[in-house]
């Protein structure tokens, strides 16, 4: 029973992650009548140059900046929890527990 139920979890949040990263995709310009097509084309203005304003250029220097900090605190978070199984061998008194439960039943 209790197999059953960690196959479940790791089947939901397999499917759940799937579902997460896929994103939608506009259609193809072409995929509408010619005149609309046309129209779009007419609308298009060719972009030679962007800029962002002070202030937003600000702010997304700060996101990237807060990005890249989270991003390695999380790596050294998880390589810290991973040494701490390591180093008091819960790993270990899972395996012995469940192994244990497992011949009980």
């Known amino acids: 029973m209790r197999r059953e ?3 479940l979890f790791l089947l939901i949040s397999l499917s759940a992650s ?3 990263g896929q994103t939608d995709n506009p259609p193809a310009s072409g995929a509408g009548p010619p005149q609309q097509a046309a129209a779009e084309k007419a609308d298009k ?3 030679t140059n962007y800029s962002l304003s002070p202030e937003k250029y600000e702010t997304a220097d700060a ?4 990005r890249y900090w989270l991003h390695f605190i999380e ?3 998880s390589l810290l929890v991973l040494m701490s ?3 008091f061998r819960i790993g270990g008194r899972f395996r012995c527990s ?7 039943e």
């Open 45 to 47: 203005k060719e972009v």
């Open 85 to 87: 199984f390591l180093a």
């Open 63 to 66: 996101y990237s900046r807060t």
């Open 5 to 7: 139920l960690v196959l």
């Open 75 to 77: 790596t050294g978070y």
């Open 98 to 104: 469940i192994s244990f439960r497992h011949i009980q």
């Open 18 to 20: 799937v579902c997460l």
